[in-house]
C-alpha cells in the first residue's frame, strides 16, 4: 500500500495494489523525485498489472505520479528469487535499485549462492544496465543504496563469504562497495569482528563526499564495547 499524510500527520489518501488472491506482494522502499513522482520497489510472488513471471520471487518498480497515474511497471525475475531492497535517484535523473537474487540476471553468471545486484532504468523505466557481484559460495546481500555527489554508486550489505577477494573477519561480514555511475566496482570493504555477525543496513553520503554505514553486529567493533 501506500499513504500519503500532510505535515500535521492527516491522512490525504491510501492506495493499496497488489496480485492474485493468495500471492503476496510488498514494497521495500520508495524514493520520491523533485516533480513529485513516485518510485515504488518490492517484491511479489505472482503477477501484477498483467505481467507474469513463472520465478518463486520476482523485484517489481514501478512509477506514480503524485495524482497516483500509473507511469511504468517493471517485473524482473531472471530464472529465481530477486528481492528488491533498495532505492535511489541517480544525478542524471534515472534510477538505480539493489537487491539480492539466487537468479542470473540479463546473462551475468552468478558468482554465489546469492548474489547482490545493481539494476539502472531511465527515468521512464527503460532498463539501462544490471551489473551483479558476491562471493564464490556464499551468500551476499545488498540491503541499502546511495549516490554522491559525484554519482558513483555506493551499496551496503551482509555476506558469508569473500567478496572480490577481500577478506572475511566473522562468520558473516557487514559490507560496502562503491560502483562508477555504470556499476563498475571500484572497491569492496568488508568489516567484520571475530566469530561475529555484521549486518549492513543503511548508507548515506554527506555533500563533502563523506560516506556514513550502519548496521548491527554482536560483538565489540573497532574498540568499542557493549553498553
Known sequence: FLMKLNGSGIVQWTKVKGATLGSVTKATAMVIDSTRNIY??????GPLDGFE????????????????VAEFLILISGGGMTHATGVKLATDGAVVVTGYTSATLSGFERVGNIDYF???FGSGGSPLWVKQFGAPQADTIGRAITVDKDGDILVVGTTTGEI????KV????????RHTENGDLKFVRQIGAS???LSGMAVASDALGNVYFAGGSDQPLDGNVFA
Open 164 to 167: 572480490n577477494g577481500s577478506q
Open 170 to 177: 566473522g562468520t558473516i561480514d557487514a559490507f560496502i562497495s
Open 118 to 120: 545493481i539494476h539502472k
Open 53 to 68: 513471471h513463472t520465478n518463486p520471487i520476482a523485484m517489481f518498480l514501478t512509477k506514480y505520479s503524485e495524482a497516483w
Open 195 to 197: 566469530n561475529g555477525i
Open 40 to 45: 515504488i520497489l518490492g517484491d511479489t510472488d
